[in-house]
């Protein structure tokens, strides 16, 4: 079946560390890729996505991604966190023949002031 | 970016009876709406996907007679828990798509308490 693992459950950094958050997906075809972020009390909110094109994928408040294909990974990454990044982030991936995504379980990350 | 609502953000019910929530896409025509369940530190597990105008597709697991789907206009989908129980307390999320269909916008959610 189709998977998308996340392997950080729990990450706790201090402000201005870097960050990488890893994702990988079992999936062999073509796909999208997607990162959210929900931060505490709001909705899920897309970071950044990946259709095609550049695997390097620049997104929102300073956070990319890069897509390694041969890796099926697609890891989040900032080089400097601030204290509002504490959220919980989900890697996401839409199979290209497919209309459903599929979310990892999460990455629960807590920045310490 | 595009707007998703959902209505209630939150309801309590007593058990065996029934819940509607909706969700809305305000700002543009949703072809697809997904709906998801979320239990506490897990992910978003998918329910159901509908289609406007068709009847909705549910995954592996999901009772289709306790969940009723409706997407009856291209901006409105409703969720309506039938008969509800307190395992079917939850977070609800709602997500819509409009063409291409490759990014979805969520909802806020609604989190359903039974008693």
């Known amino acids: 079946a189709q998977s998308v693992s996340q392997h950080n459950h729990h990450v706790i950094l201090s402000e201005a560390a870097s960050l990488e958050l890893g994702c990988n997906y079992s999936y062999g075809g073509t796909v999208n890729l997607f990162w959210y972020v929900q931060y505490p009390g709001q909705h899920l909110q897309l970071l950044l996505k990946?259709?095609?094109?550049?695997?390097l994928v620049k997104g929102i408040k300073g956070f990319e991604a890069e897509f390694i294909k041969s890796k099926f990974s697609f890891n989040l990454r900032k080089p400097s966190v601030q204290w509002s990044d504490t959220a919980e982030y989900f890697c996401?991936?839409?199979?290209?023949?497919?209309?459903?995504?599929?979310f990892g379980k999460g990455t629960r990350l807590h920045i310490l002031p | 970016g595009a707007v998703v609502s959902q209505h209630p953000s939150w309801v309590i019910c007593k058990s065996g009876t029934s819940v509607k929530i909706e969700c809305r896409s305000l700002?543009?025509?949703?072809?697809?709406m997904f709906w998801y369940r979320q239990f506490p530190k897990q992910s978003l597990m998918l329910m159901a996907t509908?289609?406007?105008?068709?009847?909705?597709?549910?995954e592996q697991g999901v009772e289709k007679d306790k969940f009723l789907i409706n997407h009856a206009s291209l901006t409105l989908s409703t969720l309506t828990v039938t008969s509800a129980h307190p395992e079917d307390s939850s977070f609800y999320i709602c997500?819509?798509?409009?063409?291409?269909?490759?990014?979805?916008?969520f909802g806020p959610g609604t989190r359903l308490t039974v008693t």
């Open positions: 996401a991936v839409i199979p290209r023949r497919d209309d459903k995504i599929i």
């Open positions: 990946y259709f095609s094109g550049d695997p």
């Open positions: 509908s289609n406007e105008g068709s009847k909705a597709t549910y």
């Open positions: 700002d543009f025509q949703a072809t697809t």
């Open positions: 997500s819509a798509s409009g063409t291409p269909s490759y990014e979805q916008y």
